[in-house]
């Protein structure tokens, strides 16, 4: 009788024990999220009219640039450094990466626009996702990334120029500025993240 009292409270410490393992594993987990951009409660329209959250991507590496498709100057050389970049992660074997270009222009960049700048650029892949938010989701999504942008004139803005890369939680692992850059580091980066 004394032997199955004993028995029972070692059962109950160790449990206990492990108990308290998973509650810190979960606090963890929840810590990790509050930096994640699934928990933004905005909705996007991609190139094909479809409404999307971010939380849609979970999975996936993001790589991500903010562009307007009226551009004559910056977005032009930061759509080629993306497709530079697309174009030597899949050299690698590069998959479950998703290629994101949002908009800091969501008056004029309709998923019409958006999708027609995506074919004049060879970006009609599925990779490829073009999104279009509204005002305060746009200003909210730049200050995550670090972009700012002003309105110069109806059809024109000044901006940074910022390539960022989010793991498949959600979480912003690594930034490059610059146009025209050197894009073997952000590759490397991007393949580690993605554990390729």
């Avoid at 991609?46 to 939380?55: D, M, V």
């Avoid at 939680?169 to 554990?195: P, T």
């Amino acid at each position: 009788m004394k032997y199955t009292h004993l028995i029972l409270i070692i059962f109950l410490l160790f449990s206990c024990q492990e108990n308290s393992t998973i509650d810190y594993q979960i606090t963890e987990i929840d810590q990790l999220d509050e930096l994640s951009i699934y928990q933004l409660p905005s909705e996007w329209k991609t190139q094909y009219g479809e409404s999307i959250e971010f939380k849609n991507l979970k999975g996936k590496t993001l790589v991500v640039v903010m562009i307007y498709t009226s551009c004559k100057t910056a977005c032009p050389r930061l759509v080629a450094d993306m497709r530079m970049i697309e174009e030597k992660v899949t050299g690698k074997k590069g998959k479950d990466i998703q290629y994101v270009l949002v908009s800091i222009d969501p008056k004029n960049d309709t998923p019409e626009k958006l999708k027609a700048f995506a074919k004049e650029n060879g970006l009609e892949d599925q990779k490829w996702l073009f999104l279009q938010g509204n005002e305060d989701d746009v200003r909210d999504f730049a200050n995550i990334m670090s972009v700012k942008y002003k309105q110069i004139s109806p059809i024109d803005f000044s901006h940074s120029n910022i390539i960022s890369v989010f793991d498949k939680h959600g979480v912003m692992k690594f930034q490059k500025e610059g146009l025209g850059l050197e894009n073997d580091e952000i590759v490397e980066n991007i393949l580690a993240i993605a554990k390729l």
